[in-house]
């Protein structure tokens, strides 16, 4: 009997967001100076700018969408409005990071109000440059897996997640 460790699939982000993939870019993800890791917490209050995101690997002839997204809203125990999009950036060079990219949906700062949410972030490599072409009109009700079909991504190449819940006035203290 095997063991499953991938923290992905203990995350349910496999299986909720997207099928199994195999990672083949390294990809990084720090709010201010801390490094997001697959199931740690992080408060809302200090997700507040935009997390640098870095690929590590590919070339500068490869172009890179990521994508940020809560499959958790409203609340993880009922997700009916799953997925919830915070954020995509298209044409993203290899070893640079998504300031690099074009930002076709603004980040938006999350805020669970129920429960635990997970966001996640997903990398996937373009066909070439300037190849995503069809944006989402509305945040809510996103699904992933269409979006990356639609556009002619396939599987995701990297991938990361973390988990965040409403601040108590005392928490934030």
Do not use: C
């Not at 994508?67 to 009922?78: C, F, K, L």
């Not at 009700?141 to 991938?159: R, S």
Request: aromatic share 10%.
């Amino acid at each position: 009997m095997s063991v499953v460790t991938d923290p992905l699939v203990i995350g349910r982000v496999i299986g909720d967001v997207v099928d199994n993939f195999t990672t083949t870019m390294k990809m990084s993800v720090t709010y201010n100076t801390k490094q997001v890791y697959n199931g740690h917490e992080f408060f809302p209050s200090s997700l507040t700018t935009k997390p640098k995101v870095q690929i590590h690997g590919g070339d500068m002839r490869s172009f890179f969408t990521l994508i940020m997204t809560d499959p958790d809203v409203p609340g993880p125990s009922d997700p009916y409005l799953k997925e919830h999009l915070h954020w995509i950036v298209t044409d993203i060079p290899g070893t640079t990071d998504a300031t690099f990219g074009k930002e076709v949906m603004k980040y938006e700062v999350p805020r669970p109000h129920i429960g635990i949410h997970r966001l996640v972030f997903l990398l996937y490599k373009q066909k070439g440059r300037e190849t995503v072409m069809k944006i989402p009109a509305s945040r809510d009700l996103f699904n992933t897996q269409k979006f990356a079909e639609d556009n002619d991504l396939g599987p995701p190449v990297a991938a990361v997640f973390f988990n965040a819940q409403r601040e108590t006035a005392a928490r934030r203290r």
